[in-house]
């Protein structure tokens, strides 16, 4: 089974700019795809962006489309989320996902 560890986070100013890593224990080739949710106190873990490790092709929900890009480095075995435009909204802890498995999470503050 895949383990992912998340790093990146940190705190950042409305419109600043922060890039997400998800770095996996072993080859990602045996899994469907990878991506990235979002969680807040009191909600349930929201839906990011996802990347199909087959042919690469990505897909983001409508409130990050536009504005966060999800990437991976195949021979890093990492997986990237680079956000841009940042709003106070997109506050919470993102959590990176492999399979079945998920990260520790890490922390994004968008305040100013």
């Known amino acids: 089974q895949v383990e992912v560890v998340e790093s990146g986070g940190g705190l950042v100013p409305p419109g600043g700019s922060l890039r997400l890593s998800c770095a996996a224990s072993a080859d990602t080739v045996s899994i469907s795809g990878m991506g990235w949710h979002r969680q807040v106190p009191g909600k349930s873990r929201e839906w990011v962006c996802s990347?199909?490790?087959?042919?690469?092709?990505?897909y983001c929900t409508d409130p990050y489309r536009g504005r966060f890009t999800i990437a991976k480095d195949n021979a890093k075995n990492t997986l990237y989320l680079q956000m841009n435009s940042l709003k106070l909204e997109d506050t919470g802890v993102y959590y990176c996902?492999?399979?079945?498995?998920w990260g520790q999470g890490t922390q994004v503050t968008v305040s100013s």
């Open positions: 990347i199909a490790i087959s042919d690469g092709s990505t």
């Open positions: 996902k492999a399979g079945d498995s």
